[in-house]
């Protein structure tokens, strides 16, 4: 049974426009979330992440949102580039562990 | 500026052998851990470690050991290879910080095929 869903394989988005992943989870003990990027033949790289107790984090093109109501959390990149090309994966942490649970990423593409 | 450096790349086993992959980080992180990665399963969690001499199971730990003699080295031992071991395997590693905010340092990876 995953507890971390990303449930679009696969996104296309143009150039300079909004590119939004999303990431559903189950657990409601999971404090952290994160956001992964990962290119072919390379390991995940460390994206941005959130802490349970807010609602927005924003790191340049990068902006995650959590709603824990509905155990949901997005990532949106504005705007979107050419290189932001790869596929990304969401990643729950379960509080007082230290095991990190990921989604089955989504592959984005950003057409020029 | 090493990181994260998992040898080897690539290797190709027999059903039946045995094999051990290397992980090792020179960032003085006490959090190191072993996923595998398969198309449309995500990234899923081996085994880990919070600090030398102590290791957990994660989500699917059947048919690999660990150990962790040392703060550095996180070696992972297939003892009798499967099919069903056919994957990518990514090592990683994180200080403690108990916040789990900093996210991981990941290798690049080793592809594994079982025959």
């Known amino acids: 049974d995953q507890q971390v869903k990303q449930n679009s394989p696969s996104l296309s988005v143009q150039e300079g426009r909004i590119s939004i992943l999303n990431c559903d989870y189950t657990n409601s003990m999971f404090d952290y979330f994160l956001w992964y990027k990962k290119y072919p033949a390379e390991g995940p790289t460390f994206l941005i992440s959130?802490?349970?107790?807010?609602d927005k984090n924003e790191d340049g093109r990068f902006t995650v949102f959590l709603n824990k109501s509905a155990k949901h959390l997005s990532l949106h990149i504005v705007p979107s580039q050419p290189g932001d090309s790869a596929v990304y994966f969401c990643?729950?942490?379960?509080?007082?562990?230290?095991?990190?649970?990921f989604g089955t990423g989504t592959r984005l593409k950003v057409l020029a | 500026n090493a990181g994260v450096t998992q040898t080897p790349k690539f290797q190709v086993l027999k059903t039946g052998q045995s094999m051990t992959l290397q992980c090792a980080q020179d960032m003085n992180h006490e959090y190191m851990s072993w996923y595998r990665q398969d198309p449309g399963m995500g990234l899923r969690l081996i085994h880990y470690s919070v600090g030398a001499g102590i290791t957990d199971q994660g989500e699917v730990p059947n048919g690999y050991n660990v150990s962790r003699s040392t703060t550095e080295d996180f070696p992972l031992r297939l003892l009798s290879a499967a099919p069903s071991q056919t994957s990518v395997y990514f090592c990683a590693s994180s200080p403690s910080s108990v916040t789990g905010s900093y996210g991981y340092t990941f290798g690049s990876g080793t592809r594994l095929t079982v025959v």
């Open positions: 959130i802490s349970s107790i807010k």
């Open positions: 990643a729950a942490k379960e509080s007082g562990t230290y095991k990190y649970i």
